[in-house]
């Protein structure tokens, strides 16, 4: 079994998610319509923004799962997604596994940036 290649992410409106994750990864999607919008990541993996109205079978509700972001400077990050105005879920705080905050994309997806402890 391979690793898996795509993340799918069920949206009410694929088009105003592209132009939020376009705003949020830096470049356009390298695919879109109205249903559907396809961004190629660094690493390799894919993200797609599927119209949940055209899902078959039916998507259940967002929420179960996060998509992380490692970044050296998460206060940093904090402070850049604050001003772009998305929805902050918990401020920077110190866990377990590092300094993270969580934010939410328009649709409740969980956005989760951390960085790892030292060593």
């Known amino acids: 079994m391979s690793d898996p290649s795509f993340i799918l992410l069920y949206v009410a409106n694929p088009t105003a998610s592209a ?32 119209g949940r109205d055209g899902v078959a079978p039916t998507a259940g509700v967002p929420g179960g799962g996060e998509l992380a972001f ?6 940093a990050a904090f402070a850049d997604w604050s001003a772009r105005g998305l929805t902050i879920l918990q401020t920077p705080t110190e866990m377990d596994f590092g300094r993270t905050f969580l934010a939410a994309d ?14």
Do not use: C, I, N
Not at 70 to 75: A, R, Y
Not at 106 to 119: C, N, S
């Open 106 to 119: 328009p649709d409740g997806h969980r956005l989760r940036v951390f960085a790892p402890p030292p060593g």
């Open 70 to 75: 490692v970044q050296p400077d998460v206060d």
């Open 19 to 50: 132009e939020f994750y376009t705003d949020l990864l830096g470049h356009p999607p390298v695919e879109a319509s109205p249903s559907f919008a396809m961004f190629a990541l660094k690493s390799g993996v894919m993200l797609g923004l599927w």
